[in-house]
C-alpha cells in the first residue's frame, strides 16, 4: 500500500456510530486508522474491520459482538465495558488499553497480546484463547477460568480476586504479580515457579491442594507456616 493510500484510510477527531462505518468500510476493504476517535455506546456489531488500527479512541459499552477484528491494532484505548462476545480478534494487539469490565465471552483469542492493559472484571468464558498471552497487566476479579498458561513467562500480572478455577500453570514462570485471594478450584502448577509472585491470603491447606510441585522461596514459606502458628527458622 502507498504511503498516498495509507493518508486516504486515516480518521481522526470524530465521533462515529454504525452509519458512519459502514462508509468508511465501503471505502476503505483493507483496514482504516483510527485516531483521536470515540465510538462510546456504538453497536457496531459483526462489522469487518480486520486489521484496523486504533489510537486514543473510546469505546465505552461499544458493542463488536460477532465483529471481524483480526489482526487490529490498538493503542491507549479507553473501552469500559466493551463487548466483544463471538468476535474473532486473532493476532490482535492491545498496549496500553483500560479495558476493565470487559466482555470476551466465546470470542476468538488466538494469539492476542494484552501489553499494559487494565482488565479489572473482563470476562473471557468460553474464550479461544490458544497463544494467548497478558503482559503488566491488570486482571483483579477477571473470569479466566480455563485458560492455559503453561510454560509462559508471566510478566507482573495482578490475578488478585481473579478466577483461575481449572487454568493450567504447569512449568510457567511467575515474574512478579499477585494471586492473592484468587479462586484457585482445579488449576495446576506443576513445575510452576512461583518464587517472586504474591501468594498474600493463601493458607497452608491451599498450597498443599493447588501448589503441589511449584516452586516456592523461604519468605513465602516462612509466611504460610506462620499462618498456622509456626516459626521456621534458618
Same mark, same amino acid.
Given at each position: 500500500m502507498t504511503n498516498e493510500s495509507l493518508a486516504s484510510t486515516l480518521v481522526e477527531h470524530q465521533t462515529l456510530g454504525r452509519t458512519d462505518m459502514a462508509r468508511l468500510l465501503a471505502g476503505a476493504p483493507d483496514g482504516l486508522r483510527f485516531e483521536h476517535c470515540n465510538f462510546d455506546g456504538a453497536d457496531l456489531a459483526q462489522l469487518n474491520l480486520r486489521a484496523s488500527r486504533f489510537t486514543d479512541c473510546t469505546f465505552a459499552q461499544t458493542s463488536f459482538e460477532k465483529c471481524m477484528l483480526a489482526d487490529t491494532q490498538w493503542l491507549r484505548c479507553k473501552a469500559g465495558r466493551v463487548n466483544f462476545r463471538l468476535a474473532d480478534l486473532s493476532d490482535a494487539a492491545f498496549n496500553h488499553c483500560d479495558l476493565n469490565n470487559s466482555s470476551w465471552s466465546l470470542a476468538k483469542l488466538g494469539a492476542v497480546t494484552f501489553n499494559e492493559v487494565k482488565l479489572t472484571g473482563a470476562g473471557f468464558g468460553g474464550a479461544q484463547t490458544l497463544g494467548l498471552r497478558f503482559v503488566e497487566s491488570l486482571l483483579v476479579g477477571a473470569d479466566l477460568?480455563? #485458560? %492455559? @498458561?503453561?510454560? $509462559?513467562?508471566?510478566?507482573?500480572?495482578? =490475578? %488478585?480476586?481473579?478466577?483461575?478455577?481449572?487454568?493450567? @500453570?504447569?512449568?510457567? #514462570? @511467575? /515474574?512478579?504479580?499477585? =494471586?492473592? /485471594?484468587?479462586?484457585?478450584?482445579?488449576? $495446576? @502448577?506443576?513445575?510452576?515457579? =512461583?518464587?517472586t509472585v504474591d501468594l498474600g491470603g493463601l493458607q497452608l491447606g491451599q498450597l498443599l491442594q493447588h501448589f503441589k510441585g511449584a516452586q516456592i522461596s523461604v519468605d513465602q514459606a516462612s509466611a504460610l507456616m506462620a499462618g498456622v502458628g509456626v516459626c521456621v527458622r534458618w
Open positions: 477460568r480455563g #485458560i %492455559s @498458561f503453561r510454560k $509462559q513467562q508471566l510478566t507482573r500480572l495482578n =490475578l %488478585s480476586d481473579a478466577d483461575l478455577g481449572g487454568c493450567d @500453570f504447569r512449568d510457567a #514462570i @511467575f /515474574d512478579g504479580g499477585s =494471586l492473592c /485471594d484468587a479462586n484457585l478450584k482445579g488449576a $495446576q @502448577f506443576d513445575g510452576a515457579d =512461583l518464587r
